[in-house]
């Protein structure tokens, strides 16, 4: 009877503790998340004035790079990556357009969750072709969602029709993973969706992408994306986020800031350092007037072109700065996109522009929201996926 009870009582006294250590983990996890605007513009452009001081020198830059790299994968639980599966890509019927074909994707990121997306190519190529990733934003407004947008597609179909293999795909919980039952307002939805994204290099590069010429773009949510992956995986060689490099604005979403990458104890940094571990790879900033980004070209693009200029590569950053403009990915912001990923992935700037520099979209088709989903009821979602958050198995 009294070991029955020193045996009930160890067990309350462990279970006590360990909810302690539990809850006082969490605590210290919530109070390291910078969300928004975590510095004032003051700050965020002292910071990365004091920082200068970390780094002047390549090496001293890289072992900084190294320790951003090591705290993004640590805060979003990935510092041990789990077992890659394998992909089971589920491709669609051919769609053919005007210089470009889409086929509607699908493919395990992990055992039973589905990434969904669309890959567009050139109806004419020969060898194998640059690939570029496309994240989008928190565009949500029916009609109006994520990589189905007009501008989104525009973009996609653009970047095919120049001769790029291209994949946009859905954010956790947007387009068709939402209708699934996906939810993007989760507590790890950043580590769900930074390593969906892992996966889509995995991917394109399955599908024959040429492995040196891959790059990866999103604008706002995208934006971030696209920094986040190009900083943790070296197979992206060019790098373009749209509207989001900022000092001192974090992220607003839980996929941005909701788990600890940007702090930890005697650690701090923001998006720009996060974005110049890029560096030396080629990367252009789209900035406007009406966002976070207002001042690119003053507080980001210097400390950018320093760290660049340590590989004494600095004309491989750039910055197109579009003050009366507002947040998203435009005609304006594509006219600036195009010419940069033609020059650094060897595209036909002649297929989505015009000599006077005007963008050429006019043949591209805009296809309804659910023609560009890969399930319907010919396509039946598999027995072995699963439609929630809590059920993803890590491990």
Not at 311 to 318: A, C, E, R, T, Y
Not at 331 to 337: E, L, M, S
Not at 373 to 393: A, E, M
Request: hydrophobic fraction near 35%; aromatic fraction near 10%; charged fraction near 20%.
């Amino acid at each position: 009877m009294m070991n029955k009870l020193l045996k009930l009582m160890l067990a309350a006294l462990f279970l006590f503790a360990y909810t302690q250590g539990y809850t006082q983990s969490a605590k210290k996890s919530k109070e390291m998340l910078c969300k928004g605007d975590y510095f004032t513009e003051a700050e965020g452009k002292a910071f990365l004035e004091s920082q200068k001081n970390e780094y002047s020198t390549q090496k001293e830059w890289m072992k900084r790079a190294e320790l951003i790299k090591e705290h993004i994968l640590k805060g979003s639980g990935l510092s041990i990556f789990p077992e890659k599966c394998p992909l089971h890509p589920i491709i669609g019927k051919t769609r053919t357009y005007d210089g470009y074909q889409v086929q509607n994707v699908a493919f395990e990121s992990l055992p039973g969750v589905y990434v969904t997306g669309s890959l567009y190519k050139p109806t004419v190529s020969s060898g194998k072709l640059p690939g570029i990733i496309s994240p989008h934003g928190h565009w949500s407004k029916p009609g109006d969602v994520g990589r189905y947008r007009p501008d989104a597609q525009k973009r996609f179909a653009a970047f095919a029709r120049m001769g790029a293999m291209v994949f946009a795909y859905d954010m956790v919980g947007y387009g068709q993973m939402g209708e699934l039952g996906w939810k993007h307002d989760h507590p790890e939805v950043l580590k769900l969706q930074l390593w969906n994204s892992i996966r889509c290099l995995d991917f394109i590069l399955g599908m024959g992408a040429d492995p040196e010429k891959i790059a990866c773009t999103g604008a706002s949510g995208g934006g971030t994306q696209t920094f986040l992956l190009t900083a943790v995986d070296q197979r992206v060689k060019v790098s373009v986020p749209v509207v989001m490099v900022s000092a001192h604005f974090f992220g607003g979403c839980v996929c941005e800031s909701g788990m600890p990458i940007h702090k930890d104890v005697g650690f701090q940094t923001n998006n720009v350092e996060i974005a110049a571990c890029a560096a030396p790879r080629p990367m252009l900033l789209v900035s406007d007037g009406g966002d976070w980004t207002k001042n690119n070209p003053e507080v980001e693009m210097p400390h950018l072109k320093y760290i660049y200029k340590l590989f004494g590569k600095d004309d491989l950053v750039q910055n197109i700065h579009l003050p009366n403009d507002k947040h998203g990915y435009d005609i304006n912001k594509r006219a600036a996109v195009y010419p940069f990923l033609a020059k650094y992935l060897g595209l036909d700037l002649s297929k989505a522009m015009n000599p006077d520099g005007t963008v050429r979209e006019d043949m591209i088709v805009i296809e309804d929201q659910r023609a560009l989903y890969p399930f319907d009821d010919q396509h039946p979602f598999p027995t072995n996926g699963i439609r929630s958050n809590d059920l993803v198995k890590w491990n």
